[in-house]
């Protein structure tokens, strides 16, 4: 098995012009007697999408024995019934699947390398507090005193007000809601800098779970945002070799998925 981490890429936007088709997508590895399906996905907000479709259609063809999936529903602030995490954790444990692990690293690893990085506790707490509101906001409904009150604790909701201001903008719901300030871009904004930080750390562990789930069994099934898959493939192609890519709509040609 690879070990390494140095062959997982740094994100930048302008990947996603590299990618062969837009998401969502799957990438079919086959080694030996080991399958790997990576599910590429567009992260979902409404119940009908062809992420939705796809992840149903991966897991009916591979059978995976363990699913990898991209945090938990309440983390990404979502209502159970939206969402490709949710989706794909219903049609697991349809299926009998009862091997569901998340690919995130601790918050305490996360924090620790940004702390390396010079950043501070407060935007650490800040940071992931905001990002939970804008997903709250584009739902409709966020309870930002409530959720303050849960998230800061012991810390003044206008400190966080005031981080915001410097660092994104005025805190109104539109500024709230937006995600640009959460994109993963090193040479980026103060936040987008914190992301492309905590993505490189978040994409060393998603590889070690995969690596770990492989060496425990032969079917492994990943959901997560396409640009994991991006930053991820060189490591993956070490380990596994090339994948069949499999569009999110479309005919299937060359019989890959019956050869599963």
């Given at each position: 098995m690879v070990s390494t981490n140095?062959?997982?890429?740094?994100?930048?936007?302008?990947?996603?012009?590299?990618?062969?088709?837009?998401?969502?997508?799957?990438?079919?590895?086959?080694?030996?007697e080991k399958t790997l399906v990576f599910v590429a996905a567009r992260h979902v907000?409404?119940?009908?999408?062809?992420?939705?479709v796809l992840i149903a259609r991966m897991m009916d063809a591979s059978v995976p024995e363990i699913l990898i999936q991209e945090r938990t529903d309440s983390e990404m602030g979502r209502p159970h019934e939206l969402g490709e995490i949710s989706f794909a954790k219903h049609e697991a444990i349809k299926r009998g699947l009862k091997d569901i692990r998340g690919g995130e690293p601790e918050h305490g690893a996360?924090?620790?390398?940004?702390?390396?990085?010079?950043?501070?506790?407060e935007d650490f707490r800040f940071f992931h507090f905001a990002r939970q509101i804008s997903c709250a906001v584009r739902f409709?409904?966020?309870?930002?005193?409530?959720?303050?009150r849960k998230s800061l604790r012991d810390i003044p909701f206008s400190d966080f007000?005031?981080?915001f201001h410097v660092h994104i903008?005025?805190?109104?719901?539109?500024s709230l809601g937006k995600t640009s300030p959460y994109a993963p871009i090193m040479d980026g904004t103060h936040t987008q800098c914190i992301a492309a930080t905590e993505g490189q750390v978040r994409d060393q562990n998603i590889f070690k779970t995969i690596r770990q789930a492989l060496a425990k069994k032969n079917r492994v099934m990943v959901v997560y945002g396409a640009s994991h898959f991006l930053t991820l493939r060189p490591a993956l192609e070490a380990l596994m070799g090339q994948p069949n890519i499999i569009p999110g709509a479309g005919p299937v040609s060359d019989g890959v998925l019956a050869n599963l």
């Open positions: 140095d062959m997982i890429l740094l994100y930048h936007p302008d990947m996603e012009k590299t990618a062969s088709t837009d998401p969502p997508y799957a990438a079919i590895f086959q080694k030996m907000f409404t119940k009908e999408h062809p992420t939705l996360l924090e620790a390398a940004l702390m390396a990085a010079g950043y501070t506790h409709g409904n966020a309870n930002i005193r409530e959720m303050a007000r005031d981080w903008g005025r805190a109104d719901r539109n």
